[in-house]
């Protein structure tokens, strides 16, 4: 994973809450066994003019040439709601996104944003509306930064916005970690509890 | 003074890792072919093990279709591949698979309490948004995605955030004819699909202990609608006597151990919840959505609400948005809306009881002209049973589909879809935009709402049916 410290980038607006991820990644556009080759999926429903096509839809804001290359995602609340699909996160990462700016989360989307390098930033709305509106004059100078190190996003117009984040996930993208390596580092203490809870609840192993 | 939750909670913390988060046990790991199949391989690509290849168990239900007669082939594009690739890597790491054929197979939400895999006070995950519905069993069990699904198999444990605490009460009785799936969607109605975010809800009262565990897998379904971490009731008697003598539930001394400390596991008088919330079960009417969240959900013979009614927790656009979508009027009748398909199905509502109560309303009439009715059992056990009843010649005579077991047209899998825009009446658990098909316009409500739609060839209310 690479790590996440602190990123400019252009900003794409999609403000409307409870976006789910049937709506990020379709489920027909999740056709391999696989983490890779989600990206054109992503948001094909709004993206293309016909299910399953890709004629771009003029009228969707990632066919904007003035947003190509954008790399933070700026979102209504609720954002990844619906299925627990992580093709979600790995289309969006795919895509190019390392940053999503929404008033909340699905917890499930989040954690799986947080294990491929996207870093979920939770704002008010009224921030984030500000931050978009700002951005939107000329998207391809009015740059978003987030700084992960510091846990502030700068707007276009140099308002800085402070979010929180729980030091784990911040960690874990700060250092491009791998979960399961942190975790077997405490290979020991998980055994030692093992044993115990199997002489306290033999009927639980099989 | 702990919560039930607390009590589980306790006994599976490794480590606390701080800011919230801690190491916790996990005692079970289910997978499907579509989403589990990618962390089986992912894991062996990298080199690592499944640490307690017993306690993992695979099932096939979203990707395979439910046509008579199915085999690896099915209809969703690259289907195949998901479906061998995930029977190769369970194979290579020694875990259960209940595959095409076996009659243990189906939603995988479904078997495992069927198997008795679920039991309660274990720590169970899948990377499946509705393992919540497991919760019914008084498991701590909850959804996680296909990275997080590597790290419970590499490791037998889980890096978890740990959530704030709820209680819903549900104070008196249900009404007859207003089932479980009513309350979920009466509860996510009032307090928004996004009423429970962060927390784990413990469903408590008189009426969900009233709630047969079938009733009560329904109920905790739609936890994950509501934005919950996860769902959890309480067990008692009803859960004990529907775990006794299934197949991976405990067994003579073992199984008397296991029900005394079970019994254990509740809420302590006086134990602290973040957030109660109380309500009265007798409020509670027979529901059906007009939107695109579960959240728009009214009683079925209200009709669609004028925005002012429901604002507390949706926006002018995204109301609007569901209105145009749904093509229903604020101020019009819901029950009459012609519809196009009936569809029951779905971990939310598949199980013996649904089928049975649907049935008992189809004995004896026909789906209207022109209306596409199918039926879907949650499991092929589900099926074996319904049909050892006689409950398929009921469907069939009806004018049903009958089905093999799995997701089917929940979301589209097997890769089958409703038509463009068609009105569909479904026993499942999700309204969103083209979850059943391109721009498909689905009202949840429970399986009785459902069959007497399809008597009807319009929305329906089956308190208006006879038996
Ligand atoms: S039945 Fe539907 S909601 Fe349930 S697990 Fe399958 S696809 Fe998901």
Same mark, same amino acid.
């Given at each position: ?71 933070? =995602?700026?979102?209504g609340?609720?954002?990844g ?6 093709h ?10 390392r ?20 870093v ?34 700068t ?17 874990? =993208? =700060? ?6 390596? =942190? ?17 306290r ?6 | @003074? ?8 306790? +006994?599976?913390? /490794? ?7 801690? $190491?916790? $046990? /996990?005692?079970?790991?289910? $997978?499907?072919?579509? &989403? ?15 640490m307690?290849?017993?306690? /993992? ?8 279709? &439910? ?10 594009? &690259? ?46 995950v ?34 978890v *955030?740990?959530?704030?605490?709820? !209680? ?15 309350? #979920? ?28 565990? +079938?009733? *009560? ?7 994950? +609608? ?13 859960v ?20 005394? #400390? ?9 134990? /602290? ?11 509670v009417?027979? @529901? ?14 209200q ?49 013996? +009881?649904?089928?049975? !109560? ?27 049973? #319904? ?52 721009e &498909? ?21 089956? !308190?208006?049916?006879?038996?």
């Amino acid at each position: 994973m690479t790590p996440f410290t602190i990123l400019t980038a252009v900003a794409v607006p999609l403000l409307r809450p409870n976006i789910d991820t049937d709506a990020i990644i379709p489920s027909r556009e999740m056709t391999s066994v696989s983490k890779k080759g989600l990206a054109d999926g992503l948001f094909a429903g709004w993206r293309y003019t016909a299910v399953g096509g890709r004629v771009p839809n003029p009228d969707f804001v990632l066919n904007d040439p003035v947003y190509r290359g954008a790399a933070i =995602l700026l979102a209504g609340e609720n954002f990844g709601c619906g299925s627990s699909r992580e093709h979600a996160a790995w289309a969006l990462a795919e895509y190019g996104f390392r940053a999503i700016l929404a008033p909340s989360f699905n917890p499930i989307f989040r954690g799986n944003c947080v294990r491929n390098g996207i870093v979920p930033v939770e704002l008010p709305t009224d921030a984030i509306t500000w931050i978009a509106s700002t951005a939107a004059q000329a998207p391809r100078t009015r740059l978003v930064t987030v700084d992960l190190r510091h846990q502030m996003v700068t707007a276009p117009d140099g308002g800085t916005h402070s979010f929180s984040i729980e030091p784990e996930a911040r960690e874990m =993208l =700060l250092h491009g970690l791998d979960a399961i390596d =942190l975790t077997l580092l405490r290979r020991a203490e998980i055994q030692a509890k093992r044993q115990a809870d199997r002489e306290r609840r033999p009927w639980v192993y099989l | @003074m702990r919560t039930i939750f607390e009590k589980i909670w306790a +006994e599976h913390q /490794v480590a606390d890792l701080g800011g919230g988060t801690e $190491l916790l $046990l /996990v005692d079970r790991v289910l $997978l499907h072919e579509r &989403t589990g199949g990618v962390a089986l391989e992912s894991l062996a690509a990298a080199g690592r093990k499944v640490m307690a290849p017993g306690q /993992v168990f695979a099932t096939m239900d979203h990707v395979v279709d &439910t046509l008579p007669g199915r085999g690896d082939r099915t209809i969703m594009p &690259t289907g195949t591949a998901f479906i061998t690739a995930t029977r190769a890597a369970a194979r290579a790491a020694g875990i259960t698979l209940f595959d095409l054929g076996d009659p243990r197979q189906g939603i995988v939400h479904v078997i495992s309490p069927e198997q008795g895999i679920v039991l309660p006070g274990l720590t169970l995950v899948c990377p499946d948004s509705h393992t919540c519905s497991q919760g019914a069993l008084g498991a701590l069990a909850w959804g996680i995605g296909s990275t997080e699904a590597e790290h419970a198999l590499a490791t037998g444990t889980l890096r978890v *955030r740990r959530p704030r605490t709820m !209680r819903v009460t549900v104070n008196g009785r249900l009404a007859q004819g207003v089932t479980s799936k009513d309350l #979920a969607l009466h509860i996510l109605a009032r307090h928004g699909a996004g009423g429970a975010r962060g927390h784990v809800v413990e469903y408590a009262g008189e009426a969900v202990r009233a709630l047969s565990v +079938e009733g *009560r897998l329904t109920l905790c379904n739609l936890a994950t +609608e509501f934005a919950a971490f996860t769902a959890i009731i309480a067990p008692d008697d009803v859960v004990f006597d529907y775990l006794q003598g299934r197949p991976y539930a405990p067994k003579g001394a073992r199984w008397d151990q296991a029900v005394a #400390a079970w019994r254990q596991m509740y809420s302590d008088d006086g134990a /602290v919840f973040d957030r109660t919330i109380t309500l009265d079960a007798g409020a509670v009417a027979p @529901m059906i959505t007009w939107g695109n969240s579960p959240q728009h959900a009214v009683p079925l013979d209200q009709p669609v609400p004028a925005f002012q009614d429901v604002a507390d927790h949706n926006t002018r656009e995204a109301y609007d948005r569901a209105l145009s979508y749904m093509a229903v009027t604020p101020g019009a009748p819901l029950v009459g809306l012609p519809i196009d398909a009936a569809f029951i199905g779905s971990c939310t509502n598949s199980r013996l +009881e649904d089928l049975r !109560r649907a049935a008992a309303l189809l004995r004896g009439r026909k789906v209207a002209a022109g209306v596409r009715a199918i039926c879907v059992p949650g499991s092929s056990r589900v099926k074996a049973e #319904a049909e050892a009843e006689g409950l398929d010649r009921v469907f069939l005579d009806a004018g049903f589909e009958w089905r093999e077991a799995g997701c089917s047209m929940c979301f589209f899998a097997g890769g089958e879809s409703f038509g463009h825009r068609q009105r569909v009446v479904t026993s499942t658990n999700r309204n969103f935009e083209s979850r059943q098909g391109p721009e &498909t316009r689905s009202h949840l409500a429970s399986p009785e709402t459902v069959a007497a739609s399809a008597v009807a060839g319009r929305l329906a209310d089956p !308190r208006l049916l006879e038996v």
